[in-house]
Nanobody, 121 residues
Framework: QVQFVESGGGLVQPGGSLRLSCAAS????????MGWYRQAPGQQRESVAT???????NYADSVKGRFTISRDNAKNTVYLQMNSLKPEDTAVYYC???????????????WGQGTQVTVSS
């Protein structure tokens, strides 16, 4: 299976910054996509940002220009730098990967346990 170590969530004032990180480990043969999703209370889980193994990023319109996603392929780690945070960014943020494990024939989606981000004064 896949294990995740997520860090960086917390409480921040509007306009502040946070940096999330997520390291994936296990019998991983290849990681294709890494990213972050979020889910606010009473809302569906939504994509925030994803990044392909060639470094191509994809952002939700609501975070473009404020959030930056990056990855370190040698460490199987994805980062999310979040600037100019707004109260509506408050949610549980989930690390996401699409990868193939040793012995598997197909790639699958895996999710971290989530980390809380709260933007409030």
């Amino acid at each position: 299976q896949v294990q995740f170590v997520e860090s960086g969530g917390g409480l921040v004032q509007p306009g502040g910054s946070l940096r999330l990180s997520c390291a994936a480990s296990g019998s991983i043969v290849a990681i294709y996509v890494m990213g972050w999703y979020r889910q606010a209370p009473g809302q569906q889980r939504e994509s925030v940002a994803t990044i392909a193994n060639d470094g191509t990023p994809n952002y939700a319109d609501s975070v473009k220009g404020r959030f930056t996603i990056s990855r370190d392929n040698a460490k199987n780690t994805v980062y999310l730098q979040m600037n100019s945070l707004k109260p509506e960014d408050t949610a549980v943020y989930y690390c996401y990967t699409n990868l193939r494990l040793s012995g598997a024939y197909v790639r699958r989606d895996y999710w971290g346990q989530g980390t809380q981000v709260t933007v409030s004064s």
